[in-house]
């Protein structure tokens, strides 16, 4: 009996594996220095269109930081695009989930070839823009993912207490 408990267990970790390997997931733990980088060049970019349209820089937070890399990496591993996830659970959703309090947030969610490209996409579109430009917001945290296509999903939690 404890033998076969045993046999299913490394069974459901191999299928699970698997999986992961075949959807085209890249691991991201730990942060590979260049997904660090990218993580950087987002935030920097992001900053300069908010000081560009007079506001204040957002500070980092890690705790959002950590929850946008494990939802772009959910995403990817499990083939959906989406601000919920296929159990229903929105952005706010998530944030509780980790103890994140806020009294406003927003997501800003993209896929494309370059974090470069996805602040411009995101600026070019009202609703994306308007989170980053939204002045209630103090604080913000970037994941940034890649597939194994070569597309970068980056995706910026904000909040404001």
Same mark, same amino acid.
Not at 17 to 22: K, P, T
Not at 26 to 55: I, M
Not at 129 to 145: E, M, P, Y
């Given at each position: 009996?404890?033998?076969?408990a ?42 300069a ?8 820089a ?6 959002? =930081? *950590?929850? /946008? ?5 959910d ?6 695009? !989406? $601000?919920?996830?296929?159990? @229903? ?28 490209? =996805? *602040?411009? /996409? ?12 939204? !002045? $209630?917001?103090n604080?913000? @945290? ?20």
């Amino acid at each position: 009996m404890k033998r076969q408990a045993i046999i299913l267990t490394i069974s459901f970790i191999v299928v699970m594996l698997i999986m992961a390997y075949s959807s085209g997931v890249t691991s991201a733990v730990p942060q590979s220095a260049s997904v660090q980088r990218e993580e950087q060049r987002a935030f920097e970019l992001l900053n300069a269109d908010r000081r560009a349209n007079g506001l204040a820089a957002l500070a980092w937070n890690p705790q959002l =930081a *950590e929850l /946008a890399r494990d939802y772009g990496q959910d995403m990817l591993s499990r083939d959906f695009f !989406s $601000h919920d996830n296929p159990e @229903g659970q929105s952005p706010f959703d998530r944030m509780r989930a980790r103890g994140i309090t806020f009294r406003y947030a927003g997501e800003n969610l993209a896929s494309n070839g370059s974090v470069e490209a =996805a *602040e411009s /996409a995101f600026m070019d579109s009202p609703g994306h823009r308007a989170n980053i430009l939204n !002045s $209630h917001f103090n604080k913000v @945290g970037i994941g940034v993912c890649r597939g194994n296509d070569g597309s970068v999903y980056v995706i910026q939690e904000f909040i404001g207490n």
